[in-house]
Nanobody, 124 residues
């Protein structure tokens, strides 16, 4: 089992920045990928970004490309999501997910482990 704990959410004005963290514990895995997804009220969960465990391969949703950066610090088993130039439409609960095997994916169905989520609210 892998446990994921997100932190770093909060309330920020449009144009501001936040950095989300996702700490993994439990069963160690050196392969696979980790991702960030988000879900706004009344909407389906959507892909934000993913990164390989090695950190060498990343991908982003078009809506966040150029504003968000995903990174990993394997020594701490932690994945980060740096969010800059935030917009009100970025408001959502952000979830961290882990996939012990395979490449990163934009499909939430392919991730085995999930965190509890952290709320991000961007005011206009």
């Amino acid at each position: 089992q892998v446990q994921l704990v997100e932190s770093g959410g909060g309330l920020v004005q449009a144009g501001g920045s936040l950095r989300l963290s996702c700490a993994a514990s439990g069963r160690a895995f050196s392969n696979g990928a980790m991702g960030w997804f988000r879900q706004a009220p009344g909407k389906e969960r959507e892909f934000v970004a993913h990164i390989s465990r090695s950190g060498g391969v990343t991908a982003y949703a078009d809506s966040v490309k150029g504003r968000f950066t995903i990174s990993t610090e394997n020594a701490k088993d932690t994945v980060y999501l740096q969010m800059n130039s935030l917009k009100p439409e970025d408001t959502a609960i952000y979830y961290c997910a882990a996939r012990p095997y395979g490449f990163g994916s934009t499909s939430s169905n392919l991730y085995t482990y999930w965190g509890q989520g952290t709320q991000v609210t961007v005011s206009s």
